[in-house]
């Protein structure tokens, strides 16, 4: 199971406690374009490539978003 909360956080260069549950991109001063980019390598790393390509990942800027596509994908229960 991924575990996107610290996923995200150790993308970020953050603490995953100092990463609240509804993170998204517009309250994450550090969650900002390439921080977008580091979260999504972070993420297809921890897939084992699993997330590449994965249709509206890119877009999914929020911690809340990232798990429901992964949950819809099968990656994670």
């Known amino acids: 199971m991924v575990d996107v909360r610290a996923v995200v956080?150790?993308?970020?260069?953050?603490?995953?406690?100092?990463?609240?549950?509804?993170?998204?991109?517009?309250?994450?001063?550090?969650?900002?374009?390439?921080?977008?980019?580091?979260?999504?390598?972070?993420?297809?790393?921890?897939?084992?490539?699993?997330?590449?390509g994965m249709p509206g990942l890119a877009k999914a800027t929020s911690v809340e978003k990232i798990s429901a596509l992964l949950r819809e994908n099968g990656l994670n229960p």
Not at 10 to 16: E, F, I, R, T, Y
Not at 25 to 30: F, L, Q, R, S, W
């Open 9 to 52: 956080a150790q993308a970020l260069g953050l603490s995953p406690e100092s990463l609240p549950e509804n993170a998204n991109m517009e309250t994450v001063p550090e969650w900002d374009s390439f921080g977008h980019l580091s979260v999504l390598l972070a993420l297809d790393k921890v897939t084992q490539g699993k997330a590449k």
